[in-house]
């Protein structure tokens, strides 16, 4: 238990909350951030007028104003994240025009099944009357009798076949509006696509890029000799398409599911199969050593496609190898707050996110309770 009486000594702990908070403020008021800048401005004045005017041996009330005055600043940083991120405020969304066509990007994508292939897009751009104009936004599509796709392809579609989420999507029990608002996706379609307006991997070189050197690394497993490749497939890279019916049986009958979802133990277990593969060969506190434990984790996230568990754990096991890098110990505490901030900051729909939620409650959990079992 000593361990959580530590959270109120952690300063990015500190900041985290009130961070936090002006991100679920914002969920429940949309109000303009430019009203909170004022209100921050118009405590700074008060903060200001107090110092000046109270005397020293008030000292300590100083300070305890000047650090609600942070509080607030990051309660309306966390706010005003989450306002600019909002692609329903920007002008640009595409659900504010009327355009006759979309051109999206393929971000994400499964593989496909029965005629259909499931995937996730951003809008780039826009066709009305015959005039392309750029637009933002991204969306659900589903695709029926159309060429498989892959991340980083585009094509152009009509937009006749959007629709904004609804209660017709909840199925058994599962509000799926409220799932993808919280990713800030607020419309599918269901389209079909002819093969001539489909650009194969143009100019999004970052994502072909990943699905290349995945597609890659799948290849080499298919290659190397495996009695069940597939399996190595599902545990290395979470991808279980090729899992037989029989071998998901066996795994959900042996409650071992979960080890084929890539998660912050896989990049455990890469950071400890670089740290013995390296180790022969530079000092213990090598800084060439750390670079490539590094490299080697990032490499291996970029492989699972960024998934959310895996861009979590490699953040909070960077932060200490940084620290080491540095010569510095980094409370573990510190680590594991400011890798929350950094994602939120980035993506602040994740703190609604259920995998968000509990993997930092385990961490946290094993961080505070562990030391006293």
Known sequence: MQGAGKLHRVPIFKILVPFVMGILFYKQFSIEPIWIVFSLIGLVLVCILFER??????????????????????????????????????PAYFAHHDDDFLHVLVETCKD???KYQSLQARILGGVQKGQYACRSGRLVLTIKNSPVL???DRFIFSSDAVRAFGSREDIADFNWQKF??????????????????????????????????????????????????????????GNKQALTSNEKASFA?????????VSGLHVGLVYLLLLGLLRPFFSKKSKSMIFLILAGIWLYASLSSFAPSVKRA????????????????????????????????????????????LSY?????????????
């Open 53 to 90: 005017l109270v005397q020293k041996k008030y000292a300590t009330h100083r300070l305890y104003v000047l650090s609600w005055g942070i509080y607030l600043l990051f309660f309306t940083l966390g706010y005003s994240t989450c306002f600019a991120q909002d692609v329903r405020k920007k």
């Open 361 to 373: 409650s385990a961490v946290l959990g094993l961080v505070t309770f562990y030391p006293s079992l």
């Open 112 to 114: 496909r099944k029965d």
């Open 253 to 261: 009958g042996s409650g071992t599911m979960h080890v084929l979802a």
């Open 314 to 357: 490699s953040l909070m096991l960077s932060f200490l190898l940084i620290g080491q890098l540095l010569s510095r110990k980094i409370d573990v505490y510190n680590a594991v707050f400011l890798s929350a901030l950094l994602l939120l900051f980035f993506s602040p729909h994740s703190i609604y996110g259920v995998g968000f939620q």
């Open 150 to 152: 892959a991340a980083g």
């Open 180 to 237: 993808y608002a919280h990713k800030g996706i607020y419309h599918r379609a269901f389209v079909t696509i002819q093969e001539d307006a489909i650009f194969k991997n143009k100019k999004e070189g970052r994502l072909v890029w990943y699905a290349q050197m995945r597609k890659a690394v799948e290849a080499q497993l298919d290659g190397s000799g495996l009695h069940r490749p597939a399996i190595a497939k599902a545990i290395l890279l």
